[in-house]
């Protein structure tokens, strides 16, 4: 039999498909995605080569991603073309599960020929594998049986990467950023692993969240140096909606200064399948490339688990809570009196652009019923756009994106057509929605300590403090009028309590108490559903990475596990703390148009925005800190082109 199993994400050129990797522990695998948004987007191509002649079936992994709604009409269409001809049946209307669809069968000459996925709609069509094979039985849908299918015709042997690093750090937000980069400087050799193309996470352009909280406070003022050197900065609210926003010096700051002799790696597009443990410990991880397939092990002595969705922690056998703890847990007034699986949202960002003339978007029925009374009269979503709530943030995240789209397109659609403000609408048209969508919060892993609502309000005092909490408590809940409309809330409202800040949060929640030798970062730090949604804004736990990064560097001096760290060497993590992570002053980063600036250049704020570093365009730049600094009293640099 003759088949060739083809990764839709592996094609040579991805056209307007987007890789989605988020669903890939779930699945098993990325796919791609037709992100359009309501216009269909450019072929991805392929090449195949056919060991001999005949007749051959062509079959794509895919699904009807709207039929969980019993949308009448599949809004996710796309056709497979072969040497540019279009095969027989349309795709991505074979129901709500992964599953073999059968594009269609031809006769093919040996040798080589061009493959392509042509998007009909524009609305999320998606694409997993392609099987071109000369047997006609249906192949098996099962995951199991496609895992068999990966195995036997797109086998990858693992590849050993060659270096032992002293600390592997899985999860490129900027929880890991930091946590890398606080490491780096500190002479400990560090991997960072990221399964996606770019790092920032949520403040990465692909979600566009704005970064929260305050930094370089006591009682370690010098903690939040390298937040400060990798968060953007803008005035205009609008700001997040620019392509720059993705801010490549996330990325240079960590992959450009190699110091020797210490090996340093990025690994981007890699996604942690496998976690391999001696006696208890992390010694090795093994990822899969998004794009390639390709396999890499990649081993060392401390691990970080900034994954967002606890990969290490949980495939390590550490103990994980999830939802809103009960009253009897952690006696916090807040707290429900029996366990809620009710976590706090993902939220897609969307905004329209005012055009010159009359844009249309396709009227098409989404299964959502709108009135005047419950469409959303806007023009871009932010973080009350949320979905999730009570589902599970990883095995479910397809459905929750999708939801969350679904939302979107419903609304939008609903208002150019039918609303009876129609007419403010007519010129307008959606220019940029997140792919992705971020994440508010999932699991969350059990250290030494877990922090809660008690030692918020009440101040406790612990001697490992480090790092402070600047926002309240910002809990996130089903919106009940949008949920009673609906069946299931798209929309969020927020309860909010104020407390006594700064606060800092305790090293041992930075550890796991189970595995010896990982740290946690991120969402996963050790704190109850109550107090984690004052932890969770980017700027805290990107200074709560710094301290774990700082942190490892005494592990590696005495050869130590991060318990240890604290039971043993407390006060000598205490003055590396005070002392902070320096920013080099040689440090570049290039932006939009391919210029670099020198942080000397223009103080502690990084002007990315701007295409020239001429005085006229710096003294811009210095009134739009002004002013943020004004609106949300951040810290104004004393001097302008000193570090």
Known sequence: MNCIFIEAESLNDLGGWVVDTASSESIGSAYIMAHGMGIPVDDAYGEINIPSDGEYYVWALTRDWTAEWSVAEPLGKFIIKLDGNDLSNILGTNGSEWAWQLAGKLFLDQGKHTLALHDLTGFNGRCDAILVTNCADTPCSTKDGIEKLRQKYNWKDIICDQAVYDLVVVGGGIAGICTALAAKRSGVSVALIHDRPMLGGCNSSEVRVCMGGMINLPPYPNLGNIVKSIAPIFGDPKEYRKECYEDDRKRFAFAVLEDKPAPHKLFLNEIVTEVELENGNIISVITTNARTGKKTRISGRLFSDCSGDGILARKSGCEIMYGRESKSEFGESLAPDEHQNLVMGHSIRWYSEECDCEVDFPDVDWGLRFTDDSCLDCVSGDWEQETGFTRNMVSEIEYIRDYGLRAIYANWAFQKHHFKNKEKYKN??????????????????????????IDLEEKTYHEDATACITWSIDMHFPEPTNQLEFGEAFRSFAYHRGIEKPYPVPYRCLYSKDVDNLFLGGRLVSTSHVAFSAVRVMRTLGELGEVVGIASSVCKRYNCSPRDVYTMHLDELKELLIKGVCIPDSFNCS?????????????????????????ESIEKFKRGVAALSLKHKYPMPEKWGEE
């Open 428 to 453: 307008r048209a959606i220019k940029w929605v997140s792919p992705i969508g971020g994440k508010r919060e999932g699991y969350r892993v059990k250290g030494d300590y877990v922090l809660t609502q």
């Open 591 to 615: 932006v939009g148009g391919g210029e670099s600036y020198h942080f000397k250049d223009i103080g502690w704020w990084h002007l990315h925005t701007e295409k020239s570093n001429s005085p």
